[in-house]
């Protein structure tokens, strides 16, 4: 029974001592990814001329050519915001839809929505 328990504590110290080498493990690899990207943000820096900002990154984006995809994402964004309560944001979305797409399919609903949504903010 004795030994059993001298076991238990053995174990017990074995993992407590493994669990702290591992976090201080991911500590240092955490500190040594920081400063490469402090250091490759440094030399981007020092590679511009001076008073040129660095350009803003760009987010990948698939969009096909028609912009079907981004034309029933707008309607159905400001569709929900105006169930949501948010008429002028639903009012928003439409008009950048109609804006950016005029001869969209999705106009017609659209601007029956936006004369829809202008009677609730009249009457609200």
Do not use: D
């Not at 987010?59 to 981004?70: E, F, S």
């Not at 950048?96 to 399919?105: D, E, H, M, Q, Y």
Request: glycine fraction near 6%.
């Amino acid at each position: 029974m004795n030994t059993l328990f001298w076991l238990v504590v053995a174990a017990f110290a074995a993992a407590l001592i493994g669990m702290v080498w591992y976090i201080r493990r991911k500590a240092e690899e955490r500190k040594l990814a920081e400063e490469a990207r402090v250091a490759a943000f440094v030399s981007g820096l020092a590679a511009m001329p001076k008073g040129a900002a660095p350009a803003p990154p760009v987010p990948p984006t698939a969009a096909p050519a028609n912009g079907v995809a981004l034309q029933k994402l707008l309607f159905e964004a400001a569709h929900k915001a105006g169930e949501a309560g948010e008429p002028a944001l639903a009012i928003q979305l439409y008009a950048r839809l109609l804006s950016r797409f005029p001869a969209t399919g999705f106009a017609e609903p659209a601007r029956a929505a936006v004369a829809a949504l202008h009677k609730k903010v009249v009457k609200g």
